[in-house]
């Protein structure tokens, strides 16, 4: 009888010693989005660099994006599942990095709007720490971000919506400066009927009629871009992938 309670009791501990373990084990934070877009800021590994001032955006339907609040620049975009934020949340949250979930679509982590001297001009890698002064953001009747941020004198505001699978983004500038909003980058840019096809179909990127967008070689490939001033204030196009 002994025998046998002790073999009871020894089970029940190595139960008990399995359970612990299983409940120490680590596992991921998942950040879902419920049914309002959801924010969080966070450090971002981006190109091989670890970015200190972005936001990811999850919304109700599943197509999500990070946004660089010192260079105005759409970093990326996916649909489906939204954060990984264990490297934030687990023990002291060391490297306080967020991860996307999902397929991922890189765009750039170049400034969206900048002022060049003339259109033939190197669009920038970067943008210098204080040249982009962030003005934070608020929230439309969604309660999506319409963020704003000054260069100069000049103020900009970046809009970025979900239409279906799709992004809306909208880009306005005031004040008295002309500067050139850079809507998309790749390899190689075709014009198909007013719709943009970047890389071969890896996305494409619809302007807004009214919009003199055009595309000129890069060191990279090609750019295709629209000049923003008094007479044209702002552009609208969307985005799929």
Partial sequence: MNILKRAV???SLLMCCAGYVAAQAPGPYVLTV????????????????????????????GVNYSYDLKTGALLQVWRGAFLDVTEMWKDRGEPQLA?????????SASPAVTELDGK????PDSIGFDALQNKGYTLDKNKMPVFE????????KDQITVAGDAFERTISLS??????????????????NGIYSVDAGRYAVKVGGDAKAFIRPSKDGQEL??????NKPSVRYSLTW
């Fill in 9 to 11: 009791m020894c089970l």
């Fill in 99 to 107: 991860k996307p979930l999902g397929t991922v679509l890189v765009l």
């Fill in 149 to 156: 941020y000054t260069i100069g004198d000049a103020t900009v």
């Fill in 175 to 192: 004040g008295n400066k002309q500067l050139y909003c850079r809507i998309a980058s790749g390899k190689s840019i075709v014009n198909q």
């Fill in 120 to 123: 033939d001009a190197a669009w």
């Fill in 225 to 230: 871009l629209v000049l923003l001033g008094k």
């Fill in 34 to 61: 419920g049914s309002k877009p959801y924010l969080m800021r966070s450090y971002l590994m981006f190109e091989g660099k670890k970015r200190t001032h972005v936001i990811s955006v999850g919304n109700p339907a």
